[in-house]
Structures are given as structure tokens and as C-alpha cells.
């Protein structure tokens, strides 16, 4: 079983960057594919990325070309590096483990969860 926590959240101006951590215990990072997702105020929970145990990645739309989501197998860490904030990117991030096989963006694969950490965005 494996325990995720994340780190990293704050409060930004739109245009900063903020990275995201999410450290892993009782299992390393490298039996899973892991993933971000975000739950903003009054909404349900969406996916923002993924990555494969052999680094193949995915993201949202509304993400591309801003955040890079990476692992660090020795570290038991994953990252998600957030560049070129906007106010609607403010949300309680969320770090995922799931033990499929396939990349996926489905909440309801993913097996174990952290608490999460807030990014707030100001204009």
C-alpha cells in the first residue's frame, strides 16, 4: 500500500510558477502511474496529468504547454511543475497512484490518493 503526500501548494500572482510534490511511501513510485488532479472551489474533481512508469505522460487541455508533470524514481517523488499561472488554475491539487497497466484519467483507476495542497492564483 502505498502513502502519498503532497507539498509545494501557495498563494501566486497569475504568471508565477509553483512546483508541486508528491512523496511516496510503502511502495516506490515505480510500481505505479501517477497523477495530478485538481477539485476548485465548488466543482468536482478533474484530472490536470499523468505519467507512466516509463515516463509517458498525458495532460488536460486546459494545462498543456504550461505544466510538466515528472517522477524522480530515486526520490519517490513526483512533480508537477506549474509555469504561467492563471486565476482559474487555483484549486486543492491532488496527488494519485493507480496500479493499471495504461495511462489513464479516470479518478475511479486510480487506487490511492494524498490530501492535497492549495494553489491560489490572484490576478
Known amino acids: 500500500q502505498a502513502q502519498l503526500v503532497e507539498s509545494g501548494g501557495g498563494s501566486v500572482q497569475a504568471g508565477d510558477s509553483l512546483r508541486l510534490s508528491c512523496a511516496t511511501s510503502?511502495?516506490?513510485?515505480?510500481?505505479?502511474?501517477m497523477a495530478w488532479f485538481r477539485q476548485a472551489p465548488g466543482k468536482e474533481r478533474d484530472f490536470v496529468a499523468t505519467?507512466?512508469?516509463?515516463?509517458?505522460?498525458y495532460y488536460a487541455d486546459s494545462v498543456k504547454g504550461r505544466f510538466t508533470i515528472s517522477r524522480d524514481t530515486a526520490k519517490n517523488t513526483v512533480y508537477l511543475q506549474m509555469n504561467s499561472l492563471k486565476p482559474e488554475d487555483t484549486a486543492v491539487y491532488y496527488c494519485?497512484?493507480?496500479?493499471?497497466?495504461?495511462?489513464?484519467?479516470?479518478?475511479?483507476?486510480?487506487?490511492?490518493w494524498g490530501q492535497g495542497t492549495q494553489v491560489t492564483v490572484s490576478s
Open positions: 494519485a497512484a493507480s496500479q493499471r497497466s495504461a495511462l489513464t484519467t479516470a479518478q475511479a483507476t486510480y487506487n490511492y
Open positions: 510503502g511502495r516506490t513510485v515505480s510500481n505505479y502511474n
Open positions: 505519467v507512466s512508469r516509463s515516463r509517458n505522460t
